[in-house]
């Protein structure tokens, strides 16, 4: 019964949502603007990262047979998909903002790039 309600609950709701994001695609790559079509893939882009991380998360729980994961697992994916994923929501949305990717390369190249390596 579980599979059966994963299947339904899950994998009918994610084929909709691929299947409106193919009639999207097709939809932006005949635009006739370039800059028309960087926007648009961007902002589906985001959409498709938190709809993958949910779902997959999801998918991972519900969908998979048990024998394939752990208690622990399970435990550590639904900690993934009620709380990492709504908590990177505004992350991800933002990202499509030049002045948030700025200051995120800004911070994060702090850690990954020091200004001044020491030996």
């Known amino acids: 019964m579980v599979y059966v309600t994963g299947v339904t609950f899950l994998l009918l ?3 909709a949502i691929v299947t409106s ?3 999207i695609l097709s939809t932006v ?6 800059e028309g079509k960087k ?3 961007v902002t589906c882009l985001s959409h498709l990262m938190v709809v993958g991380m ?9 969908v998979l047979p048990s024998s394939l994961h752990s ?10 998909y009620t709380i990492v ?16 990717i700025g200051a995120l390369r800004r911070v994060l190249g702090r850690y990954i790039l020091p200004a001044h390596p020491t030996l």
């Open 13 to 15: 709701p994610l084929s």
């Open 21 to 23: 994001y193919t009639l």
């Open 29 to 34: 790559l005949h635009m006739p603007s370039n």
């Open 39 to 41: 926007k648009a893939l």
């Open 54 to 62: 949910f779902y997959g998360a999801a998918t991972f729980m519900y």
């Open 71 to 80: 208690v622990k697992q399970d435990n550590i994916i639904s900690v993934f």
């Open 85 to 100: 994923t709504p908590a990177l929501n505004p992350l991800i949305y933002s990202l499509r903002n030049k002045e948030v």
